[in-house]
Structures are given as structure tokens and as C-alpha cells.
T-cell receptor, first 116, second 112 residues
Framework: EAGVVQSPRYKIIEKKQPVAFWCNPI?????LYWYRQNLGQGPELLIR????????DSQLPKDRFSAERLKGVDSTLKIQPAELGDSAVYLC??????????????FGPGTRLLVL | QKEVEQDPGPLSVPEGAIVSLNCTYS??????FMWYRQYSRKGPELLMY????GNKEDGRFTAQVDKSSKYISLFIRDSQPSDSATYLC????????????FGTGTRLKVLA
């Protein structure tokens, strides 16, 4: 079974430029998460989707970040404009059903973003 | 003070050693405790999952939770070079929430 797929794996941009990350969750997984992992830190949740609905985006910096999950499958996370402090690894994860704590979250390999 | 504290390491041990990795936490509402392993340039993968207090064993790995001390541990027996990775603890409250709070991760290197 294929795992969570993310692209691109690496992205280097100049500040103030836009950037987008794509995630394809495990087939059949209804819940999708975007995390940001700064260097030497653990992942921090940005947004969680149940199907196509964003049920928790409280940690998403809405002035520059946006996300969508059309048709409840693939998802895109966008930053516009990017700032130096956005340099991090952006991880996508998915889980099977309602995002309960005891469900396993499966992570993708992440997109490593460097903003110059 | 962070909700979850974890020594970032690095921790270097010889092959075959017993490794002890630990996290402390401040939120007494945490009920679900997880250990993830993250290889360099990869996403985290779940190793162990424990609900409430007690021990759980899976092969060479043992997870312990001491809720009275707000302290969790992961033990790795007969450590191998392939165990070299960053180990992240994660926790969640028992209210049907999905929100994991991760530690910073401990970087482990097992020397052949």
C-alpha cells in the first residue's frame, strides 16, 4: 500500500514569493493533517481536514497561509508571500476516520522549504 | 515552560547497548502517549502507542508511562545501527481529540 505522498520534496524560494505544497493521503483515509516542523523541533499542527472540511485551522497563520482539500482527497497548502521564518519542513499526515487521538497518523516524507 | 519536554541529545551509544529515551510533560490531562521514529529527511513513523499508565512491549522496544511523575520512557534493547534516528514523543488528551503535542525529539546514534 502506498503511503502518504508529498511533492515537491524540496523547494528553495526567495522571500515574498508564493509557494505551494501538495499532499496525497493514504487511500481511504478521511482525515488529513498539515504540520510544520522547524529545525530541531517536533511537528506542530497547522490544519486538520475531515473529508473536505477544515475542522481545525486555529494554528494556521491565515494572513499568508491557505489550504484546500477539494473532493476530500488531495490537499494543497499555500504560502503567499513567504517569509524567512517560514523555512521548515511541511509534513502531511492522514488517518483513517474521525481523527480520534487513538488513531494512528501516518506521515509523508515532508517538503523541505528554504526561504532566502 | 513547554507542555512536553524532551532532551534533544545527541545520544551516542555502542551497538548492543540498552537505550533509554525520556519525556516529561506538564498537562495531567494527557492520556495517549506515542513514540515516533524519524529518520533523516523522512516523516515520523509510529513505533509505540500507550493509553494511560503502564508498560507496553513490542520486540526490542518497551514503552513506559508514569502518570504520577508525568514521565514517559522508551527503552530499546540490543540497539542496532539501524536504530539511529530521531525519536519523538507525542501526547494527546483523552477526549477524542486528534491534537498531538510533540516533544522536540532526541537524536540517537548507535555506533557499530
Amino acid at each position: 500500500e502506498a503511503g502518504v505522498v508529498q511533492s515537491p520534496r524540496y523547494k528553495i524560494i526567495e522571500k515574498k514569493q508564493p509557494v505551494a505544497f501538495w499532499c496525497n493521503p493514504i487511500s481511504g483515509h478521511n482525515t488529513l493533517y498539515w504540520y510544520r516542523q522547524n529545525l530541531g523541533q517536533g511537528p506542530e499542527l497547522l490544519i486538520r481536514y475531515e473529508n473536505e472540511e477544515a475542522v481545525d485551522d486555529s494554528q494556521l497563520p491565515k494572513d499568508r497561509f491557505s489550504a484546500e482539500r477539494l473532493k476530500g482527497v488531495d490537499s494543497t497548502l499555500k504560502i503567499q508571500p513567504a517569509e524567512l521564518g517560514d523555512s521548515a519542513v511541511y509534513l502531511c499526515a492522514s488517518s483513517l476516520a474521525r481523527g480520534l487521538a487513538q488513531e494512528t497518523q501516518y506521515f509523508g516524507p515532508g517538503t523541505r522549504l528554504l526561504v532566502l | 515552560q513547554k507542555e512536553v519536554e524532551q532532551d534533544p541529545g545527541p545520544l551516542s551509544v555502542p551497538e548492543g547497548a540498552i537505550v533509554s529515551l525520556n519525556c516529561t510533560y506538564s498537562n495531567s490531562a494527557f492520556q495517549y502517549f506515542m513514540w515516533y521514529r524519524q529518520y533523516s529527511r523522512k516523516g515520523p513513523e509510529l513505533l509505540m502507542y500507550t493509553y494511560s499508565s503502564g508498560n507496553k512491549e513490542d520486540g526490542r522496544f518497551t514503552a513506559q508511562v508514569d502518570k504520577s511523575s508525568k514521565y514517559i520512557s522508551l527503552f530499546i534493547r540490543d540497539s542496532q545501527p539501524s536504530d539511529s534516528a530521531t525519536y519523538l514523543c507525542a501526547m494527546s488528551v483523552d477526549s477524542g481529540t486528534y491534537k498531538y503535542i510533540f516533544g522536540t525529539g532526541t537524536r540517537l546514534k548507535v555506533l557499530a
